[in-house]
């Protein structure tokens, strides 16, 4: 049961103009959310977050956007340069029962950005 | 920044052999560390947390005695692949908590080929 997706595996945005991916998550109870940058044979890097307190977190081009009750949460890259090309990863978490946090990763999404 | 040093970044050995990857957090003290793998395509999966000083805890359907997990100090992990198999290989990742409280940082992952 994949509680974390991003449905579009790919996505290619021209040079300046904004990058939009998306993530959706199942589990009412996450109440944190990260977004995370991988480039091939690197681990991923934090990128931004935000909490569930929060429908919006910004730094410097990247924004993040939550909508809790679509449970939906969304990275703008604005404006998108060539070496914001990678996968992005969407993570979401809450407490467990056994009283600690698990983040869950979507499947990433590959960003390519044209020149 | 925050870094975390994984070690070996690729590896090859033989079926029936055992693998060591190191995790190190270089400029903080981690108590906690994660271990993922991501298999092709897919999201990174939580195989086990490892607290310094105690037991690791394993996730749901991860071989404890298969994955060994060893965090002997604030700043080092290690995960023992023993009697690897084909189907162990992977892309193996540490990542650990810190430094802020809901910061995590990644390694650079550990590329392993059973053959």
């Known amino acids: 049961d994949q509680q974390v997706k991003q449905n579009s595996p790919s996505l290619s945005v021209q040079e300046g103009r904004i990058s939009i991916l998306n993530c959706d998550y199942t589990?009412?109870?996450?109440?944190?959310f990260l977004w995370y940058k991988k480039y091939p044979a690197e681990g991923p890097t934090f990128l931004i977050s935000?909490?569930?307190?929060?429908d919006k977190n910004e730094d410097g081009r990247f924004t993040v956007f939550l909508n809790k009750s679509a449970k939906h949460l969304s990275l703008h890259i604005v404006p998108s340069q060539p070496g914001d090309s990678a996968v992005y990863f969407c993570?979401?978490?809450?407490?467990?029962?056994?009283?600690?946090?698990?983040?869950?990763f979507g499947t990433g999404t590959r960003l390519k950005v044209l020149a | 920044g925050a870094v975390v040093s994984q070690h070996p970044s690729r590896v090859i050995c033989k079926s029936g052999t055992s693998v060591k990857i190191e995790c190190r957090s270089l400029?903080?003290?981690?108590?906690?560390m994660f271990w993922y793998r991501q298999f092709p395509k897919k999201s990174l999966m939580l195989m086990a947390t490892?607290?310094?000083?105690?037991?690791?805890?394993?996730e749901q359907g991860v071989e404890k005695d298969k994955f060994l997990i060893n965090h002997a100090s604030l700043t080092l992990s290690t995960l023992t692949v023993t009697s690897a198999h084909p189907e162990d290989s992977s892309f193996y990742i540490c990542?650990?908590?810190?430094?802020?409280?809901?910061?995590?940082?990644f390694g650079s992952g550990t590329r392993l080929t059973v053959v």
């Open positions: 993570a979401a978490s809450g407490l467990r029962t056994s009283g600690t946090y698990k983040y869950i």
């Open positions: 400029d903080f003290q981690a108590t906690t």
């Open positions: 589990n009412s109870m996450f109440d944190y």
């Open positions: 990542s650990a908590r810190g430094p802020s409280s809901y910061g995590y940082t």
């Open positions: 935000i909490s569930s307190i929060k």
């Open positions: 490892s607290n310094e000083g105690s037991k690791a805890t394993y």
